[in-house]
């Protein structure tokens, strides 16, 4: 079983050029509409209760957050070390439209030019699966990934559906994960499909 065994807030930066300098291509960003609960499947994740904040008053981050994350994989006692990257929440209504657009810009700078970025994690609330903010990032993404980065869906809020739906949505989505932070749902997967991306070889090894 691969589990973090250990999490730590690094820094918070305004945007790409502010970023820390890491050479290894060892991040993992997660994007998320405001409000999807990108903050407690961090917290879930790391299994960490106050690593980022969880409000209910969407829109809140408006930095580029940065944890150290630790991964052990259990049976071999093998380490490995990540950034987590928690992107400000995209789509937030209730900010004027010049902010609006400097963060896209910002955003879509970040991702189009962070090349340390190994995997893009697309956080979606799965009970709204087919919003056209979530269909553009999935283009996006889908157009700006490299040869070497790769890219997980991932279904927040499962305990909001039952069996049956969650079925369906399983079938839609055959590729993505499903979670729940709140029921501790499907972490222990996710950690293991993002250790095993990071696991993989950079091309030009
Ligand atoms: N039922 C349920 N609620 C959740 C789950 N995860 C998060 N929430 C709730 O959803 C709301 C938003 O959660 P956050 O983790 O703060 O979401 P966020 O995406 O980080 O939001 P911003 O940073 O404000 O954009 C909170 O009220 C959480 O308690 C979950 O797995 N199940
Ligand atoms: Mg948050």
């Known amino acids: 079983m ?4 250990e999490a730590k807030f690094i820094t918070s930066a305004p945007n790409v050029n502010a970023a820390p300098e890491s050479l290894d291509q060892d991040e993992v960003v997660f994007m998320a509409r405001s409000n999807v609960g990108k903050s407690s499947l961090l917290n879930a994740l790391t299994n960490h209760k106050g690593l980022a ?3 209910s008053t969407p829109g809140k981050t408006r ?5 150290d994350v630790t991964f052990m994989d259990r049976d071999t006692s093998e380490k ?4 987590f990257v928690d992107l400000p929440g995209f789509g937030y209504a209730k900010v004027s439209k010049s ?8 955003l879509t700078d970040y991702i189009s ?16 699966p087919h919003l056209d903010i979530d269909t ?5 993404l889908f157009d700006a990934v490299r040869e070497n980065q790769y890219i997980l869906q991932i279904f927040t809020k499962i305990d909001k559906l039952n069996q049956k739906e969650q079925n369906a949505l399983r079938r839609e989505f055959p590729n993505a994960m ?24 950079d091309s030009e090894d």
Do not use: P
């Not at 962070?114 to 956080?123: D, G, N, P, Y």
């Open 2 to 5: 691969v589990e973090i065994v």
């Open 53 to 55: 904040k969880v409000s």
């Open 63 to 67: 930095l580029i957050n940065y944890f």
């Open 80 to 83: 490995k070390l990540a950034k």
């Open 99 to 106: 902010i609006k657009h400097d963060w896209e810009k910002n």
């Open 113 to 128: 030019q962070r090349e340390q970025i190994k995997l893009f994690i697309h956080l979606i609330d799965c009970r709204h």
């Open 136 to 140: 553009s990032v999935s283009q996006f």
């Open 178 to 201: 499903m979670v729940s932070s709140s029921k501790k749902k499907g972490t222990h997967k996710a950690i293991k499909a993002i250790y095993d991306i990071l696991q993989e070889e």
